[in-house]
């Protein structure tokens, strides 16, 4: 079974800076295409951005875009999503999946099950 474990979160202030890690333990990451998701109180899951197996091509929704930056790191069999310039609407629980990410519509297709997130707030 895939299990992906989220860390990272925390309290920020508006502007600041997160780094969060999706960490695999018994797959190999970059076997797969990773996408990070957020889910705020209330709402569905959200799709945040997405890293491709083949190229390491990267997509990001219109809302993060210029703010987040998603990356692999290899050696560590982690993703990490950067986010810096954190607003109010960023606060959420933020989940890593496998997942397929679509070139041409720029949607995540998830294909393993949700972890337990790590959650991001952001307040003065």
């Known amino acids: 079974q895939v299990q992906l474990a989220e860390s990272g979160g925390g309290l920020v202030q508006p502007g600041g800076s997160l780094r969060l890690s999706c960490a695999a333990s018994t797959f190999t990451l970059d076997d797969y295409s990773i996408a990070w998701y957020r889910q705020a109180p209330g709402k569905g899951h959200e799709e945040v951005s997405c890293i491709s197996i083949s190229e390491g091509r990267t997509y990001y929704k219109d809302s993060v875009k210029g703010r987040f930056t998603i990356s692999r790191e290899n050696a560590k069999n982690t993703v990490y999503l950067q986010m810096n310039s954190l607003k109010p609407e960023d606060p959420a629980v933020y989940y890593c999946?496998?997942?397929?990410?679509?070139?041409?519509?720029?949607?995540?297709?998830?294909?393993?099950?949700w972890g337990q997130g790590t959650r991001v707030t952001v307040s003065s």
């Open positions: 999946t496998t997942a397929e990410c679509s070139p041409y519509t720029n949607t995540y297709y998830p294909t393993s099950d």
